[in-house]
């Protein structure tokens, strides 16, 4: 072979090696984040981009009907970062997924309630006896549901629990299938026209069951990409605090309350009232002992025992403290 040929060849090589590589490099940029309709400060961080512009990702933003739809598409790999509430996420770690919970991106309080149809008879928990309630199974609404009845005495094999996502509990409610549900924005908003609320999360929550929306990732591709999670945390940050301090001044014809009934499918019109419901911590807030400096474990520990008894899963973990991390949230604090 001649020497000209040769160094062709050594060309082709060269550059089939740096296309190679360059095709691995975007690879590694890129991120698919599964969300869902909660009406959170995570919308305006999608909706500005400025975490792509911080970081040079890519992020796909796949929406999900249900945190149970989330930890599935973990599972399988499609997926790197989910939005799930405290309810799916112990299952996911029950069941051995290597994923870390690093944000709280919302103290859920009155955002999830428990609402009957008018016309039921339904004005307590105790009214359910013989009642029809559809709730997304494994959700922080189908625990609080279950906890709650617990704790009054309820028996909840006498009371017909259906397993519905969202979507479902709005047509089904629309339908006269059911006499009542827990469940969240937008469908909460839509529902209260025609019923009552007989608990909310936080009325639960105070009964020793708190539950929370949570942002988890998969564990070895956070460390492998730890500026992108920095930057991640830092925009969450940011966020939490523009809501937090501008939502009351906020209308429905607000940029942020279009950005937000955009990437959740909503109302404008609801969004204000629905986002007051909850609570947002900020980073310094998410260290404290509530949080992920003990409560989140806790609580998914307590999470546990209720999915355990409802044969969600085989068995419940000594400790929830290993899939929880706050490392990414004192990095960007400086600390």
Same mark, same amino acid.
């Given at each position: 072979?001649?020497?000209?040929?040769?160094?062709?060849?050594?060309?082709?090589?060269?550059?089939?090696?740096?296309?190679?590589?360059?095709?691995?490099?975007?690879?590694?940029?890129?991120?698919?984040?599964?969300?869902?309709?909660?009406?959170?400060?995570?919308?305006?961080?999608?909706?500005?981009?400025?975490?792509?512009?911080?970081?040079?990702?890519?992020?796909?933003?796949?929406?999900?009907?249900?945190?149970?739809?989330?930890?599935?598409?973990?599972?399988?790999?499609?997926?790197?970062?989910?939005?799930?509430?405290?309810?799916?996420?112990?299952?996911?770690?029950?069941?051995?997924?290597?994923?870390?919970?690093?944000?709280?991106?919302?103290?859920?309080?009155?955002?999830?309630?428990?609402?009957?149809?008018?016309?039921?008879?339904?004005?307590?928990?105790?009214?359910?006896?013989?009642?029809?309630?559809?709730?997304?199974?494994?959700?922080?609404?189908?625990?609080?549901?279950?906890?709650?009845?617990?704790?009054?005495?309820?028996?909840?094999?006498?009371?017909?629990?259906?397993?519905?996502?969202?979507?479902?509990?709005?047509?089904?409610?629309?339908?006269?299938?059911? $006499?009542?549900?827990?469940? @969240?924005? =937008?469908?909460?908003?839509? +529902? %209260? !026209?025609?019923? #009552?609320?007989?608990?909310?999360?936080?009325?639960?929550?105070?009964?020793?069951?708190?539950?929370?929306?949570?942002?988890?990732?998969?564990?070895?591709?956070?460390?492998?990409?730890?500026?992108?999670?920095?930057?991640?945390?830092?925009?969450?940050?940011?966020?939490?605090?523009?809501?937090? $301090?501008?939502?009351?001044? @906020?209308? =429905?014809?607000?940029?942020? +309350? %279009? !950005?937000?009934? #955009?990437?959740?499918?909503?109302?404008?019109?609801?969004?204000?009232?629905?986002?007051?419901?909850?609570?947002?911590?900020?980073?310094?807030?998410?260290?404290?002992?509530?949080?992920?400096?003990?409560?989140?474990?806790?609580?998914?520990?307590?999470?546990?025992?209720?999915?355990?008894?409802?044969?969600?899963?085989?068995?419940?973990? =000594?400790?929830?403290?290993?899939?929880?991390?706050?490392?990414?949230?004192?990095?960007?604090?400086?600390?």
């Amino acid at each position: 072979m001649g020497s000209t040929k040769r160094n062709a060849l050594k060309a082709l090589a060269a550059a089939a090696a740096i296309a190679l590589t360059g095709a691995a490099y975007a690879q590694s940029k890129t991120v698919t984040f599964a969300h869902q309709d909660m009406q959170v400060p995570l919308r305006l961080v999608m909706e500005s981009g400025e975490v792509e512009k911080a970081t040079g990702y890519k992020i796909n933003w796949r929406m999900f009907s249900g945190g149970g739809d989330v930890i599935r598409a973990m599972s399988s790999g499609d997926v790197q970062m989910g939005e799930v509430g405290s309810s799916p996420l112990t299952a996911a770690a029950s069941q051995g997924q290597d994923i870390k919970m690093f944000w709280v991106s919302a103290d859920i309080a009155d955002a999830e309630a428990l609402v009957s149809r008018n016309g039921t008879n339904v004005n307590s928990i105790k009214d359910l006896v013989g009642k029809r309630v559809g709730v997304p199974f494994v959700s922080t609404a189908h625990y609080q549901l279950i906890a709650a009845m617990n704790k009054e005495g309820v028996d909840a094999r006498k009371v017909d629990v259906l397993n519905m996502r969202p979507p479902e509990v709005a047509a089904a409610w629309e339908r006269g299938d059911i $006499d009542a549900t827990f469940i @969240w924005d =937008p469908v909460l908003a839509k +529902i %209260k !026209a025609k019923g #009552k609320v007989i608990a909310t999360s936080g009325s639960i929550g105070a009964m020793g069951f708190p539950t929370f929306e949570a942002i988890a990732v998969n564990a070895k591709w956070a460390a492998e990409n730890e500026a992108f999670m920095v930057a991640f945390v830092k925009a969450l940050n940011r966020a939490s605090a523009q809501v937090r $301090d501008n939502l009351a001044q @906020w209308t =429905p014809d607000s940029p942020e +309350i %279009k !950005a937000v009934a #955009k990437w959740t499918r909503a109302d404008p019109k609801d969004v204000p009232a629905a986002m007051s419901l909850y609570r947002f911590p900020s980073a310094e807030d998410q260290l404290g002992a509530n949080w992920l400096g003990g409560g989140v474990a806790q609580a998914m520990g307590n999470t546990a025992v209720f999915l355990k008894s409802q044969g969600r899963i085989q068995e419940a973990k =000594p400790s929830y403290a290993g899939n929880v991390t706050d490392v990414y949230v004192r990095k960007a604090l400086g600390k």
